[in-house]
Nanobody, 127 residues
Framework: QVQLVESGGGLVQAGGSLRLSCAASGRSFSSYTVGWFRQAPGKEREFVAAFVRGAGNTNYSDSVKGRFTISRDNDKNTMYLQMDSLKPDDSAIYYC????????????????????WGQGTQVTVSS
């Protein structure tokens, strides 16, 4: 089982940027589908971005496409989420997640299919 630890959250003004990190231990990221989710107060956990395992491509939610960039450093077993042009609606707890399954574009957004989660990191965007 892989263990995940997020870092990099904080308070930023609208239009600003943050970079989140997700460090994995226990097993290599290459054995998992990995991605980012977020959850705002009173709302369900929602998909943000992910790597499609084995395919090398990425998948983004429409709400962050063009503003957020997911990347990874396999040598460091670390995944990143670069968040630019942040909006108040981006405020949430951000989680990295891993699934042992090969998830396609229709299933990669489903949080229930991920079985490893970090503790989350708070992102707050002020207007």
């Amino acid at each position: 089982q892989v263990q995940l630890v997020e870092s990099g959250g904080g308070l930023v003004q609208a239009g600003g940027s943050l970079r989140l990190s997700c460090a994995a231990s226990g097993r290599s990221f290459s054995s998992y589908t990995v991605g980012w989710f977020r959850q705002a107060p009173g709302k369900e956990r929602e998909f943000v971005a992910a790597f499609v395992r084995g395919a090398g491509n990425t998948n983004y939610s429409d709400s962050v496409k063009g503003r957020f960039t997911i990347s990874r450093d396999n040598d460091k077993n670390t995944m990143y989420l670069q968040m630019d042009s942040l909006k108040p609606d981006d405020s949430a707890i951000y989680y990295c997640a891993a699934s042992p399954a090969f998830l396609g574009t229709s299933t990669i957004t489903r949080a229930i299919l991920y079985n490893a989660w970090g503790q989350g990191t708070q992102v707050t965007v002020s207007s």
